[in-house]
């Protein structure tokens, strides 16, 4: 970086810091949430209900439509060959036998590609969502074993795929780097993720330790994970005269069409992107190399085009989690007390792109401690671009903290939760902020309470059931409250008491219609049946992602200023013939089909009646959500108590977990059904983590060797055992809804709550994730 670059830094840093010290010290009531949400008290009853999905009879019923399902006139199938190749050139591609083969109507590689401009990477822009900074297929270079070197389009799927193994391709190869150890030797870099630095220090954590009466100091490991969603990665899209058409499964469609907008020189408005539904997406399903490719390819061959990745085509081109190792090192006095905290390690990342696997994250905020030192490094491999997967960072972060707090409570003779209680911070112990709600004491009473930890035996290896060692285990689960920036919502109330709620947000099958048609209801005071839900089109209002646990939060802000927008309207056309004249938008509801006095329901008129004497058939009003300052006043979050049974056979060493409980805190829960769902689905992924995921990542020439679900595993129904979830239910009264995300919990501190109940059956500690038969004979 250049002197003048330098400079220019620390002037942006130094701004940052008077912008946070600012607005951590400015009054709540600047803030957005400083007062409540009025729908935190103000229920008529579907807030907490178990709601069934709104799109589930389609989707059982096959009437839902996926990405690679929509049908165009004269499409091609597409597919892709793949480098073999860490780094290097191609010196020659034989096209000649596949361009003859049946029904191939177009091979595409770097010598017929049309003219396209690099990706804009994630965070270079509030919209760019692209993996790397590449331009794909312009040239010869190769930068990761698995990158695109040709596209195949032919009549038919088989077609394609048959003409695609008749490629032949030389290579001219460059040194690669795909050994972790060689490449942290040759050097790292301080680690950023949103674009600030990682590291965090309070005190001298190092000295703090040394004089510590009693400490541990281990060294963690986890590898790398691939996204594995049951529904493949694909996208059909046409080019109708300057227009791009998508239908995609994504995480992010306005931010998808802003950035193929870019690649290929064009207007956001000329990208339209639309993805009804998504077949799981936990961070992978946004942008990669087959959306750009699949649409130079439909602008070279003039026709539409479906892309539809194989499951080691996802393997290849769709980043994942990367590795980390990590070191903690925690000091205390006698009586448990934390007196030194440190959390650093290194992780991988593709030299093209700028995600590490922020492992330390959820540590800033778990525990009281005088002295702390939060540190990590990355280094660059020639892979294939890692990316956000569910909770980035603490999902393996939790597993080395969790494990380490469960070695000291070893060490010190204590119970574990009360260990973790003894600890439990008043503010945040990196920013000092107060926290906006934090009741994880009561999770963990609660849940010890309903696992039966009493039971436990603290002498690892003391219950036995014939042949089989019988253990509990218990972890810290958290993960931050996010609202994203650019929320806007198009409300729309009809004559006959209807309304409608546009937005550009997404369903991977959480629930998000169901979850938003209850919300607005309880908002507008009127019946669910009577809410419709548009989403999953780049046309619609705001810009949303489905990432962060942030979106039921990001949405329900753009809501609130959508319903201020739209009272306002209508008490206009109400006027002064109406029981609501002279009233503001702040003392009035929904409710009963219409707007009351919030002290006085006699004081009401229904919708039907305002718009009636208006002459109006319908009011539609755009909102636009507050900047997500709140953030920097308090601090937010979800927290969470995992507890775990397992049973380890003394002859075979086959682990097998019996229950597991996960108790959180995570504020005012929406829809109970879809919310029990979503935190059994953190859980499932997280017995993936602790027991079974494991890239295969040959460092010899940085290929992925398992590339497929028979040899990459993932739980199945014989693999997951009964899952309790209980909640406290408090709402965060500086939240939309009084909520915080839940999305992302479910798989934090699932992998320590195995690993610790492993321990607790057998007395061996692994340090290294998975949990295997080989570590455990």
Partial sequence: MSVLGDAKASVQGAVQDVMKKALALAPDSWMPGGVPDPLIEHKHGLIGAQVSRIDGPLKVAGGARFAAEFPMTGML??????????????????????????????????????????LPIFGSESRAVGPDGLAIMQDARIHWNGQAVAVVLADTQEQADHAKSLLRVTYLEDEAFTNLAQAT???????????????????????????????????????????????????????????????????????????????????????????????GGFGSKVLWHHHVLGAAAAKLAGKPVRMALSREGVFRTVGGRTSTEQRVAIGAEKDGRFTALIHTGVTPKATHNMMPEPFTVGTQCTYAAENVLLDQHTTDLNMVANTFMRAPGEAVGTFALESAVDELAEELGLDP???????????????????????????????????????????????????????????????????????????????????????????????????????????????????????????????????????TASIGAAVIAAQQALTTELLKLAGNDSPLAGLKADEVGGQDGGLCKLDDPSRCESYASILTRAHRDEISVEGTASPPLETQHWSMHSFGAVFCEVRVNAVTGELRVARILGSYDCGRIINAKTAMSQFRGGIVMGLGLAMMEHTEFDERNGRIMNPSLAEYHVPVHMDVPEIDVIWTDIADPHTPMGARGIGEIGITGVGAAVANAVYNATGKRVRDLPITLDKLL
């Avoid at 191939?104 to 396209?116: C, D, F, I, S």
């Avoid at 009693?214 to 790398?224: A, E, L, N």
């Fill in 77 to 118: 199938y597409a597919a892709v060959a793949w480098s073999t190749i860490a780094r290097g050139r191609i010196d020659v591609i034989d096209v000649a036998a596949a361009e003859a083969a049946p029904g191939v109507r177009l091979v595409m590689t770097h010598l017929n590609a049309p003219k396209m401009k690099p």
């Fill in 417 to 551: 939760i009360e260990l973790r209680i003894t600890n439990e911070p008043e503010r945040d112990p990196t920013t000092d902020l107060p926290f906006s709600s934090r009741h994880i004491v009561q999770a963990w009473r609660d849940g010890a309470a309903r696992f039966g930890w009493a039971e436990r035996q603290a002498t690892p290896g003391a219950t036995r059931d014939g042949e089989w060692l019988v253990g509990m285990g218990c972890a810290t689960a958290t993960y931050p409250y996010y609202r994203m920036p650019g929320g806007k919502a198009t409300l729309t109330v009809t004559r006959d008491g209807r309304a409608r709620v546009a937005i550009a947000a997404h369903e991977m099958g959480m629930g998000t219609a169901t979850t938003h048609a209850m919300i607005v209801a309880e908002r507008l005071g009127l019946p669910m049946e009577q809410v419709t839900v548009d989403y999953g089109d780049s046309g619609l209002s705001g810009t949303f992602l489905a990432g962060g646990s942030s979106q």
């Fill in 185 to 279: 030797a040759r050097g790292c870099d301080p680690a950023m993720f949103q674009g600030e630095p990682l590291k965090r220090k309070k005190g001298d954590a190092e000295a703090a330790f040394d004089a510590a009466p009693v400490k541990v100091d281990r060294h963690y490991s986890t590898p790398r994970h691939n996204h594995s969603p049951i529904e493949l990665h694909g996208v059909t899209l046409a080019w109708e005269g300057d227009t791009l058409r998508i239908h995609d499964a994504s995480q992010a469609v306005v931010q998808s069409a802003w950035t193929m907008a870019q690649v290929f020189d064009l207007e956001p408005e000329q990208v339209h992107v639309s993805s009804p539904y998504v077949g």
